[in-house]
């Protein structure tokens, strides 16, 4: 069925308020009309949308593996309305989009990201104390932009327990609530109280921890985004909360690669394997390098750019582990790191 409120003839102008969805191409005509409103949408995202948006913008600024394309469109919302509304837009216009933190798990390929990166920053990095039902215990509601050593050094500053696992991950809430980080036996699934989501279609919605489905780095979201998190602390003293993070700052200093850069552990530990650093390290791969991107020497699940690499790179050297490892070990190593394409 053809929409009879729009002109499908290739060259037709639009009308503001009438866009393509998904589902509009039941004839081969449409292809024409979908070709040309996805050529159009940066304008009428220029018109629809006046928050802070930076086009063509590198990934490689965007992310700690410091390599990648340029998106089409970089935006930074300046709250949650302001998310909201960009959401429904983009919605609407049908043009691809991911949501990204501090880019310390992703890699994005050399030619880029042909839509809007959403990116949740410092206007996303309020701190509230709330009423808590529970005795002994603060609830503490979150912003997704605030960055996790910011939150950890907050709850030693006020006395509260429960995220000192997190002490030297480098992502925002958001983005650890995304992919349940996780470190020492602990996971930011542990102290979650409730998170608040904005969906596709720019509705908020707030679902309790017993309503979410958490696994290995892992959150089933679909494709809503995390606005905000509500985490259960237990009081405590300040200063022991302070000695077991610098305690556990400690251990990854002495076990991880220094200041270079990296995306942590790029590959999920397998089940019922030993870790996949071990697996990389025994099948004799640290130091492995493809181009710029090199198998560290310190961590062997660490893949860490040399300073040149690129997105290629670390997608060759990946398959290259993947494969040694499957050849000795015989298991396929899960990459860990977000690839977006
Ligand atoms: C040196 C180093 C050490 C690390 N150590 C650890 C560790 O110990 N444990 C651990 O688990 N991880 C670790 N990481 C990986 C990474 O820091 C965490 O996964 C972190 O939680 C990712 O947060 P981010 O904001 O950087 O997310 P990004 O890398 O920006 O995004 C990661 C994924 O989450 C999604 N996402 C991000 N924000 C949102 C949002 N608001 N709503 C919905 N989806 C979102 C993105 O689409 C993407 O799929 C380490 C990384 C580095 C570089």
Known sequence: ??????????????????????????????????????????????????????????????????????????????????LAALLAILNDLAVPWRVIGRGSNILVSDKGYDGVIIVLGREFGAIDILASEVAGYELVRVEAGCGLMRLVNWTVEHGLSGLEFAAGIPGSVGGAVAMNAGAWGAEIADPLSAVTFATPAGKLVRRERAELIFAYRHLEKGNKVVVAAEFLLEKADGQKVDKVCRQLMENRKNKQPGKVASAGSFFKNPVGMPPAGKL???????????????????????????GNATAQDFLDLMGLVQAKVNERFRVWLEPEVCILT
């Open 1 to 82: 069925m053809l929409r009879p409120d729009i002109d499908p003839r290739p060259g037709a102008g639009m009308i503001k308020g009438e866009f393509y969805r998904p589902g509009d191409i039941d004839a081969g005509l449409w292809l024409d009309r979908e070709v040309q409103l996805n050529r159009q949408w940066p304008e009428q995202l220029k018109k629809m949308w006046q928050g802070r948006i930076m086009w063509s913008s590198p990934m490689a600024r965007w992310c700690t593996l410091q390599v990648g394309g340029p998106a089409k469109a970089v935006a930074l919302p300046a709250g949650e309305a302001e």
């Open 280 to 306: 990389i390290d025994e099948a004799g791969l640290k130091g492995l390098r493809v181009g710029g991107a090199q198998v560290s020497e310190v961590h062997a699940n660490f893949l860490v750019n040399c």
